[in-house]
């Protein structure tokens, strides 16, 4: 059974940065896409950011410029360096590693943008 365990959440000032990290237990070679979902109060969860199965990396058009994802294979963990942070950045924000059976997803992490 795969487990996902998130951090790096918090709260930071409109302009601020955070970077989130997502470790899985065992090897990470196995998945065919990883990465990074949001979820706000009231809207739907979306993509935010994406590794996919050939190699390339996908960002939400609302985060261009301002997120990159990243891994470090040896650790098993993805990360999302988020910077110039909006407050429509708010939300819960999840990591998912999906292989040919399933998806797997992390427990969540809040991040809180003031303005």
């Known amino acids: 059974q795969v487990q996902l365990v998130g951090s790096g959440g918090g709260l930071v000032q409109a302009g601020g940065s955070l970077r989130l990290s997502c470790a899985a237990s065992g090897s990470i070679f196995r998945f065919l896409d990883m990465g990074w979902y949001r979820q706000a109060p009231g809207k739907q969860r979306e993509l935010v950011a994406g590794?996919?199965?050939?190699?390339?990396?996908n960002y939400a058009d609302s985060v261009k410029g301002r997120f990159t994802i990243s891994r470090d294979d040896a650790k098993s963990t993805i990360y999302l360096q988020m910077n110039s942070l909006k407050s429509e950045d708010t939300a819960v924000y999840y990591c998912n590693f999906r292989d040919l059976l399933r998806d797997y997803w992390g427990q969540g992490t809040q991040v809180t943008v003031s303005s």
């Open positions: 590794f996919t199965s050939g190699g390339s990396t």
